[in-house]
């Protein structure tokens, strides 16, 4: 609409005399069947009268099925305007000719052009009302869904040859998957292996390698080594990316310097019902700010600079998507550009930026993604990020995947975009289908089962404090029986008294231990396992850390008695021995003051204490 026009007019008559030139209000009258006056405002008097009592029934009840569907959707709706983009998402067509400015007067007009009036196709409020009593409300947007996926898919060629070329289509399965890593990704934070930036919040190089390592099967893509080092096809980690991120933002992990440690929830779901942990970690993530996922389509720049102003808010934007996964069918394959149909159709947005002229690719000027196409192809890759990177990950949709090379996609008619190997890693994803896991996390269900409740009892706990484990063994579970146990072979732990002192040394306790080997184990534990675990714990309940100290050495014992003795400072140090004086680190800086007015100073050799 002209941003300098009204959005909404009251009457007809207004409405023709402000949108509609002299040439358009008389082919307009020509509809009336009967002699029209010559002057603009007669005209439209003219118009208006014919509408008039049951004028207005009448004329809606000669529109065609496309046109009566138009006005529903502007009658029933909160705008005056009809939305001709999610129209056409909707009903795969628009009604009438599109009006073409000032050659408009060489067609014939169409009755509906009296119902939405102008280019803007604006319905005057009085209209609205009167139509309100008897037009039914617009049927509602219908999802078309997929039986069964091809076992190959057209990819993307770019010979440019008449026939697509087929690749195979790959479809993963995320409820069992990703419960099995998510058990598995805490162990391995437990560990204290996992870093992130502290600024960035993005998992190192090393973190990503050490969770691709516990994943249940490989990330989505293979990388093989490229051909050359300014060509790299190869997606790169998705999954392994992700799941610090996740764990993070979901109050599972917190940073502890630049390490991962699991925070008392995170410990707890070690033991919990994973669909549960799954569903509340979705939540607390949605609403998350520590990555916006826009930042993964690397080709993109100008992000961080002017660029970032006209982004949408990251959480508005996840919010609308779950909107759209929730009115998802689930048990369906859905492609994406059905996903894309339906959202557009709905009204569901999910738009990236507002102004996509300063985001550009290769070149600021050239590869603006403000010229046709790029930003519907930013939103596209965007969609895209959200589900194969962290819906997936978290196992609430399964999904069906091409390599992102041979993904055919509007980007290619973008400046510079030809000389990418792919727009964005997520390129390849093509359809989607909500699982049991995606319905409940979405509250589309109210209950969920999980096949992973139960914990699999494949351990036995001998008298001689062996751990023997069965062939079936989880990742997880190995990962914690290194942690806990010292490994003596493939398949044996040993439990010893110094590797449990050690757990407790670094933060970890008897009872998670107790805890595991009973909900593991296939009959209940030996006398001798629980007398060991018994006496660690009370061993280890007997000493407390309170902090550091300095520690002071005086010339002689009159020295250490008068300090340790003078109202000054005898409050914030304590006698050790016949010379030498333990200052808290807490009391440094109280145990100078005092020792100055004592009339004796100290050489303070580290972590001098402020004045």
């Known amino acids: 609409m002209n941003p300098y026009r009204s959005t909404h007019i009251e009457t007809l008559t207004d409405a023709l005399m402000e949108l509609c030139t002299s040439e358009d209000l008389g082919r307009l009258a020509r509809l009336t069947g009967s002699r029209r006056p010559t002057r603009k405002a007669d005209i439209a008097d003219h118009i208006a009268r014919h509408l008039a009592g049951d004028g207005l029934r009448k004329a809606y ?44 007067f060489r067609r014939e007009p169409i009755l509906l052009e009296v119902f939405l009036i102008g280019r803007d196709r604006l319905m005057p409020r009085e209209i609205k009302r009167r139509l309100r009593e008897f037009v039914p409300e617009p049927a509602a947007v219908t999802w078309r869904t997929v039986e069964s996926l091809p076992q190959t898919w057209p990819g993307r060629d770019r010979s440019r040859a008449a026939e697509p070329r087929a690749v195979p289509l790959r479809v993963h399965l995320g409820e069992q998957r990703a419960q099995r ?14 870093t992130l930036g ?3 919040l993005r998992p190192s190089k090393a973190a990503v390698e050490a969770v691709s390592a516990v994943l249940d099967g490989d990330d989505y893509y293979r990388n093989d080594r490229p051909a050359s080092k300014y060509h790299d096809p190869n997606p790169g980690a998705i999954r392994a990316f992700a799941w610090p991120i996740i764990l993070h933002a979901g109050g599972l992990a ?23 942990v799954m569903c509340r970690t979705w939540e607390r993530w949605i609403n998350a700010l520590e990555l ?85 192809a930013l939103d596209r890759g965007y969609l895209r990020a959200f589900l194969l990177e962290y819906a997936a990950t978290m196992g609430l949709i399964d999904v069906a995947l091409i390599h992102p090379a041979d993904a055919a996609y509007e980007a290619d008619e973008l400046w510079g975009a030809d000389e990418l190997p792919y727009f964005s890693r997520y ?79 670094s933060g970890g306790t008897i009872e998670q231990v107790r805890e595991f080997l009973e909900t593991h184990s296939e009959t209940p534990l030996p006398q001798t396992v629980t007398l060991l675990l018994d006496d660690i714990t009370q061993r280890s309940g007997g000493l407390r850390a309170v902090g550091t100290a300095h520690l002071i050495e ?42 100055k007015k004592v009339g004796y100073a100290v050489r303070w050799t580290a972590d001098e204490p402020d004045t």
Not at 256 to 270: D, I, K, P, Q, Y
């Open 61 to 104: 009840n000669s529109l065609g099925e496309l046109e009566r569907a138009a006005v529903a959707e502007v009658v029933h709706s909160e705008t005056d305007t009809l939305e001709t983009g999610r129209f056409f998402a909707k009903y795969g067509s628009l009604p009438g000719p599109e009006p073409d400015g000032r050659h408009s």
């Open 181 to 194: 890593e998510l058990a598995s990704v805490l162990r391995l934070i437990d560990s204290r292996t996992v």
């Open 198 to 200: 502290s600024k960035t």
């Open 254 to 276: 917190r940073l502890s310097g630049n390490r991962l440690e699991l925070t008392v929830e995170g410990r707890s779901a070690l033991s919990s019902p994973p669909g549960e």
């Open 292 to 376: 916006d996922e826009l930042s993964r389509i690397e080709c993109v720049k100008g992000q961080t600079g002017k660029g970032s102003r006209s982004l949408t808010w990251t959480v508005e934007r996840r919010e609308a998507i779950q909107s759209a996964l929730a009115s998802c069918p689930a048990d369906e394959w859905i492609e994406i550009e059905e996903l894309l149909r339906f959202m557009r159709a709905s009204g569901i947005d999910a738009t990236v930026t507002r102004s996509a002229w300063e985001l550009y690719i290769r070149h600021r000027e050239y590869g603006s993604l403000g010229y046709a196409g790029g930003a519907e």
């Open 427 to 505: 390129d390849g994803l093509v359809a989607i289908r909500i699982n049991p896991l995606g319905a409940y996390c979405l509250g589309t269900t109210e209950q969920y089962s999980s096949p992973l409740d139960e914990a699999d009892r494949l351990l036995r706990v001998l008298p001689n404090r062996d751990v023997v484990a069965g062939s079936g063994i989880s990742t997880a579970d190995r990962l914690a029986l290194d942690q806990y146990f010292e490994a003596e072979a493939d398949l044996v732990w040993r439990v010893e008294p110094e590797k449990l002192l050690s757990l407790v040394e």
């Open 554 to 595: 005086c010339d002689d014992e009159t020295v250490a008695a008068l300090i340790g003795h003078d109202t000054h400072t005898r409050r914030h140090c304590m006698r050790a021995g016949s010379r030498h004086l333990v200052v808290p680190m807490r009391s440094a800086s109280a145990f100078k003051r005092g020792l």
